[in-house]
Antibody, heavy 124, light 107 residues
Framework: QVQLQESGPGLVKPSETLSLTCTVS????????WSWIRQPAGKGLEWIGR???????NYNPSLKSRVTMSVDTSKNQFSLKLSSVTAADTAVYYC??????????????????WGQGTMVTVSS | DIQMTQSPSSLSASVGDRVTITCQASQDISNYLNWYQQKPGKAPKLLIY???NLETGVPSRFSGSGSGTDFTFTISSLQPEDIATYYC?????????FGQGTKVEIK
C-alpha cells in the first residue's frame, strides 16, 4: 500500500528557506497530483499547493510568491521550498496524494493518502 | 477563495448519540466536498468524498449529504473512537480550502 514520508529540517531560521521532501513508497509517484498542506499548532488546515508528475504546479495565491514545488520521479519523491520564512510559517507540514478521478458523470478529487506530518519551527 | 464555514466549532455528545456537523460554502460548489477526521497528533483521514461517498474501509455510521452551498456530516451512533476533529474541504476551485474544524468530544 502506498505510504508517504516527509523529511527535512525541523528548525529553520527566519528569512531562510524551508525545504521538505516527501518520499512515496509502495507505489509509483507517476500520474498523480501531490499536495502539501500545513497546520499551525491548534489551528486548521491550509493547502499550500500541488504538483503533477509532469511538473505542472498550482500554488495557493497567499503563498505563491514564496513557494516552489518540484518532483523527481526517478526517486519517487516530491519537494517543497518555502522562502523568506517567518514565525507564521511554523506548523506541521503534511504531504498528501491528491487523487483525481474523472468519470462521465462525476469529478472526484480528495487527499486520500497522507504522510504522518513533520513539525517545522521557524526561530533564530 | 471559497470560504468554508463549519458549525458548531465543538460539540459534546454521549456514546450512541447521533451527531451532525454542518458545512457552508461561500458559493455554489456543487457536490465537490470532502470530509476528513483528524485524531490528536495524527494526519487527517479521508472519510467522505464527493459529498456523500464513503471512502473504502470507513464505518457505515459515517455519512454525508448536501450540494450547492450547504452540507451535512453525520455520525449515526457516536463511538469512543470517533473522538476527533472533523474538517470539510471543497475542491470546486483552487485554492483548495478547508473548514475551521469541529471538535467532537464524549460527554
Amino acid at each position: 500500500q502506498v505510504q508517504l514520508q516527509e523529511s527535512g529540517p525541523g528548525l529553520v531560521k527566519p528569512s531562510e528557506t524551508l525545504s521538505l521532501t516527501c518520499t512515496v513508497s509502495g507505489g509509483s509517484i507517476s500520474s498523480y497530483y501531490w499536495s502539501w498542506i500545513r497546520q499551525p499548532a491548534g489551528k486548521g488546515l491550509e493547502w499550500i499547493g500541488r504538483i503533477y508528475t509532469s511538473g505542472s504546479t498550482n500554488y495557493n495565491p497567499s503563498l505563491k510568491s514564496r513557494v516552489t514545488m518540484s518532483v523527481d520521479t526517478s526517486k519517487n519523491q516530491f519537494s517543497l521550498k518555502l522562502s523568506s520564512v517567518t514565525a507564521a510559517d511554523t506548523a506541521v507540514y503534511y504531504c498528501a496524494r491528491d487523487l483525481v478521478r474523472i468519470t462521465m458523470i462525476s469529478l472526484e478529487d480528495a487527499f486520500d493518502i497522507w504522510g504522518q506530518g513533520t513539525m517545522v519551527t521557524v526561530s533564530s | 477563495d471559497i470560504q468554508m464555514t463549519q458549525s458548531p466549532s465543538s460539540l459534546s455528545a454521549s456514546v450512541g448519540d447521533r451527531v451532525t456537523i454542518t458545512c457552508q460554502a461561500s458559493q455554489d460548489i456543487s457536490n465537490y466536498l470532502n470530509w476528513y477526521q483528524q485524531k490528536p497528533g495524527k494526519a487527517p483521514k479521508l472519510l467522505i468524498y464527493d459529498a456523500s461517498n464513503l471512502e473504502t474501509g470507513v464505518p457505515s455510521r459515517f455519512s454525508g449529504s448536501g450540494s450547492g452551498t450547504d452540507f451535512t456530516f453525520t455520525i449515526s451512533s457516536l463511538q469512543p473512537e470517533d473522538i476527533a476533529t472533523y474538517y470539510c474541504q471543497q475542491y470546486d476551485n483552487l485554492p483548495r480550502t478547508f473548514g475551521q474544524g469541529t471538535k467532537v468530544e464524549i460527554k
